[in-house]
């Protein structure tokens, strides 16, 4: 019925080719897009057109007639048009080419209607870069501003917006025409569409009077009941999800008690309290004929992969074969080694598949596989490959989820039939992110850590203090204790880094570097320093991680190549320079990298006074006053957004036309408890459609 929304915006709007192109870079492909695509601010416009009433700095749109052009072929100088009309004169000045859409529209002694901000040069108003409006019906008083690209400028823009808008009020005109009151479901359907449409005209300030105040007003309620429109919207979908799966036929395992207290005897290990209730989660998920998709969240140290082989032992004794995707070789490397350790007093076989897996192991692991003599496969990447079969797959764990893509993780449960899933993270997931990102999961969370690990003690030092801090290094190295020596980047040519984000808004600044770092300490504790970074072939990478974790380095200095790495249980003390640079989450799991162990682990946050900001300052003591990740994964979501909490591209996690995470959470959790609830119509499904950012 309003299929409109879904057309190409080239289809239905006139424009030329290099404006449409222009469009797509912005993302905007669908009339939906192009009246969804959200303003960043507003401004008010005088419309007097009088040049006595005038001020510095004023947005005005007058009507002008062109006195003369001034056009200059060198980049150096400008080109100016000079305009006036019966008020006085105004100078239009382009420090770049007139775009040629404008430029061949405009002739001495023709009138215009430009806008733009008013200045004084040279004893003269002038507007630099004005718009020129050839439209009398995008004419305002009050005027969004738009993220814009090249080829693209604001009024053309917001001409485009206006005729999406207009098409859709067509199409509810037509539609109300043809749908009786008396017919509830499609009535329901009408009055959200003129709900709907009444929103994006006050969100594009479509008929609002120019008063900041209640534009404001209006803007904050606007957003927020589109925000509530497409989060309950997102809550369907992965409702329904979840609903499907649940139908899905899958596997039943039973529980091995027996086999599980013996290997928990070979480790020396009692479980914790959170890891008895994530197993005893998982293990009713196992006991059930319906596919498991279930996430488990848990903190560094928490002891998530203990679980999930607990988990995998009950698959192996039910006749099934389990498999962990893990992102690195030296990762699986780790897991491999473990679990060897706490099977080997048991009959379950555990193989290794990575890249380096010479091609005699790997067919011998392959025939193991298809025979169903392999109980347990870890492995990396290599596990995506098509020539990779089990004889049958029932139990997948896809540890560190957010390193994978989505299609990866899909084509690795793909390899059986409705295989039981268990996703595993260690960032912590705010609540609103894990709402939206996996809520056709259940969710599993692990928050103590075993009683033998101590809690992380986190200092904030100045920079200036560096050269105490490194001769300090002496008393840990007698002990035979390990250090991390975190950089920003390799070296300085590192420019793309070297960039701060715009929120701390400084620039052009020097950050420390591992090469330079590398030098220093090797002068002053000579054969004991390591270098690792993400310019090294991976060969290499492992080799200096393993150096370390032998001891035959003691101080490793890395970029955050170590941010998820092998265990070093001895490693007590991680110094993070330029610490100020960092988001929360990274240094979080930055931090993870010690206390691993028995011992007393410490993280020192070293950083430059004279640049850090406000922001960062936050940053900064919600470190050093909390050890919780999960505390700290809400305040990084406060702080920042939900943008980058895991990385959009890798986690698959969405993104929202109008909705703030940080800021929505109330909404969520209220379009969480109506999603529940919500029939299985048709435009239900629309609602769906029309806030998927795939469509």
């Known amino acids: 019925m309003y299929d409109v929304l879904f057309q190409n915006v080239q289809k239905l709007i006139p424009m030329k080719e290099s404006a449409a192109k222009a469009l797509k870079r912005l993302q905007i492909i669908t009339v939906r897009d192009l009246i969804f695509y959200k303003p960043t601010s507003y401004n008010i416009i005088d419309h007097s057109s009088d040049f006595t009433k005038i001020k510095y700095g004023m947005l005005i749109q007058a009507s002008v007639t062109i006195d003369d052009m001034v056009i200059n072929s060198s980049r150096r100088l400008p080109t100016k048009i000079y305009t006036s009309n019966n008020t006085g004169t105004l100078t239009l000045v382009f420090f770049n080419k007139i775009p040629p859409f404008i430029f061949s529209r405009l002739k001495v002694g023709g009138r215009y209607i430009v806008s733009g901000k008013i200045s004084f040069f040279d004893n003269a108003w002038q507007i630099t870069h004005p718009d020129f409006i050839f439209k009398k019906s995008i004419s305002t008083e009050v005027e969004p501003v738009y993220p814009l690209t090249y080829g693209l400028i604001n009024k053309q823009l917001y001409g485009y917006i206006r005729d999406g808008i207009n098409l859709l009020e067509r199409a509810i005109g037509v539609c109300k025409a043809a749908i009786s009151d008396h017919n509830n479901i499609f009535h329901s359907e009408k009055k959200y569409m003129q709900e709907l449409l009444r929103e994006v005209k006050a969100l594009h300030l479509i008929n609002i009077k120019p008063n900041h105040d209640l534009i404001q007003k209006s803007i904050a309620g606007t957003i927020e009941n589109l925000s509530a429109k497409e989060l309950f919207a997102n809550q369907v979908s992965l409702s329904r999800f979840r609903k499907k799966a649940k139908l899905s036929r899958g596997h039943s395992f039973s529980v091995s008690e027996n086999i599980q207290q013996e290997v928990l005897d070979q480790l020396s290990f009692v479980l914790t309290e959170g890891q008895r209730m994530a197993l005893s989660e998982i293990e009713s998920d196992q006991a059930s004929d319906h596919q498991m998709m279930r996430l488990l969240q848990g903190d560094v140290g928490s002891?998530?992969?203990?679980?999930?082989?607990?988990?995998?032992?009950?698959?192996?004794?039910?006749?099934?074969?389990?498999?962990?995707?893990?992102?690195?070789?030296?990762?699986?490397?780790?897991?491999?080694?473990?679990?060897?350790?706490?099977?080997?007093?048991?009959?379950?076989?555990?193989?290794?598949?990575?890249?380096?897996?010479?091609?005699?192991?790997?067919?011998?692991?392959?025939?193991?596989?298809?025979?169903?003599?392999?109980?347990?496969?870890?492995?990396?990447?290599?596990?995506?490959?098509?020539?990779?079969?089990?004889?049958k797959l029932g139990f997948v764990v896809i540890d560190e989820q957010h390193r994978f893509g989505v299609e990866q993780r899909s084509d690795l449960i793909a390899k059986s039939s409705h295989p039981d899933v268990l996703v595993m993270t260690a960032t912590p997931i705010p609540r609103s992110l894990t709402l939206t990102m996996f809520g056709d999961m259940s969710v599993s969370y692990i928050k103590t850590k075993p009683k033998s690990r101590k809690p992380i003690v986190t200092s904030v030092i100045s920079n200036s203090k560096k050269g105490q801090l490194i001769e300090s290094l002496e008393k840990k190295l007698s002990l035979g204790e390990k250090i991390y020596w975190v950089c920003p980047l390799i070296d300085q040519s590192d420019k793309i880094l070297k960039q701060e984000d715009s929120s701390d808004g400084v620039n052009n600044v020097k950050y420390a570097d591992v090469t330079e770092r590398y030098e220093e300490l090797n002068a002053f504790y000579p054969n004991d320093v390591g270098i690792l970074h993400g310019k090294m072939k991976q060969i290499a990478k492992d080799s200096i991680m393993q150096k370390f974790k032998d001891g035959e380095n003691k101080i490793l200095v890395a970029t955050t190549v170590v941010e998820v790495g092998i265990d070093v249980p001895d490693a007590t003390l991680i110094i993070i320079e330029n610490a100020e640079k960092f988001g929360l989450s990274q240094l979080h799991q930055l931090r993870g990298r010690v206390g691993r162990g028995e011992l007393q682990s410490h993280c020192m946050l070293v950083y430059e006074p004279k640049r850090i900001s406000a922001s960062a300052k936050k940053r900064l003591d919600v470190m050093r006053i909390s050890n919780d990740g999960f505390y700290i994964s809400e305040q990084d979501l406060l702080l920042r957004g939900g943008g980058e909490i895991l990385g959009t591209k890798q986690s698959g996690e969405p993104e929202f036309f109008f909705a703030d995470l940080g800021r929505d959470i109330n909404i969520l959790l209220k379009a969480n408890k109506f999603a529940t609830a919500a029939d299985d119509s048709s435009f239900i499904n629309f609602q769906t459609d029309l806030f998927s950012k795939s469509n």
Do not use: C, W, Y
């Open 303 to 391: 002891g998530k992969t203990l679980v999930a082989l607990l988990a995998m032992i009950n698959v192996a004794k039910n006749g099934h074969q389990s498999t962990i995707m893990v992102p690195t070789d030296l990762l699986s490397i780790q897991h491999f080694q473990f679990f060897q350790k706490a099977l080997s007093r048991t009959n379950i076989k555990v193989s290794l598949l990575t890249g380096k897996t010479t091609a005699k192991e790997r067919r011998i692991i392959k025939e193991g596989l298809l025979s169903g003599d392999i109980d347990i496969l870890i492995g990396t990447h290599a596990l995506f490959q098509e020539s990779v079969e089990f004889a």
